[in-house]
T-cell receptor, first 112, second 114 residues
Framework: DAKTTQPNSMESNEEEPVHLPCNHS???????IHWYRQLPSQGPEYVIH???SNVNNRMASLAIAEDRKSSTLILHRATLRDAAVYYC?????????????FGGGTRLMVKP | DSGVTQTPKHLITATGQRVTLRCSPR?????VYWYQQSLDQGLQFLIQ???????AKGNILERFSAQQFPDLHSELNLSSLELGDSALYFC?????????????FGDGTRLSIL
């Protein structure tokens, strides 16, 4: 799977929007962009995924650049519960297997 | 609650011993995955089973083995344990085997080797 690059850490204020960037310059046409997060002392949690178009769900929005070489996970209103490590992962939609390759992720800190 | 159940939550044992970790996937999910999370290696994929058959393998040690049973629960067996095997072990599940399905993770088993 192609590699992603994320900032090591970011800080946000509670109730403000958060934009978490991810660069994936070597993305291929069949790679989906997935985001997971891991809260302290818990297993990873699926957040959202997309291919080309922007996606919204109850947890977040995913904005994908037109050239698909970068994407941004948007938390519209950060809460203290959103403090977690956020992982941006590329998955080949044609791959018969489904393993996730986790990088270092971005540690999001939310200040009250 | 992800619907994925892992037992036990904590396990403490000694070097050289053997342990079995258990995972029950979400209802209806046919794929089960095992991951290891250690402080120095981060989250690493170990192995995937789909409907009882091995589907993909990561950097799983030969001392480790897994299987998925007809009722779809899975077990990860770790033998000849070493201090470096101390880690969090997560199980995840998804409906199918394909490359684009979200995975749902359990809360993990924390293994401590003394």
């Amino acid at each position: 799977d192609a590699k992603t690059t994320q900032p090591n850490s970011m800080e946000s204020n509670e109730e403000e929007p958060v934009h978490l960037p991810c660069n994936h310059s070597t993305i291929s046409g069949t790679d989906y962009i997935h985001w997971y997060r891991q809260l302290p002392s818990q297993g990873p949690e699926y957040v959202i995924h997309g291919l080309t178009s922007n996606v919204n769900n109850r947890m977040a929005s995913l904005a994908i650049a037109e050239d698909r070489k970068s994407s941004t996970l948007i938390l519209h209103r950060a809460t203290l519960r959103d403090a977690a490590v956020y992982y941006c992962i590329l998955r080949d939609g044609n791959n018969a297997g489904n393993m996730l390759t986790f990088g270092g992720g971005t540690r999001l800190m939310v200040k009250p | 609650d992800s619907g994925v159940t892992q037992t036990p939550k904590h396990l403490i044992t000694a070097t050289g011993q053997r342990v079995t970790l258990r995972c029950s996937p979400r209802s209806g999910d046919l794929s089960v995955y095992w991951y290891q999370q250690s402080l120095d290696q981060g989250l690493q994929f170990l192995i995937q089973y789909y409907n009882g058959e091995e589907r993909a393998k990561g950097n799983i040690l030969e001392r480790f083995s897994a299987q998925q049973f007809p009722d779809l629960h899975s077990e990860l067996n770790l033998s000849s344990l070493e201090l470096g095997d101390s880690a969090l072990y997560f199980c995840a599940s998804s409906p199918g085997a394909g490359g684009n399905q979200p995975q749902h993770f359990g809360d993990g088993t924390r293994l401590s080797i003394l």
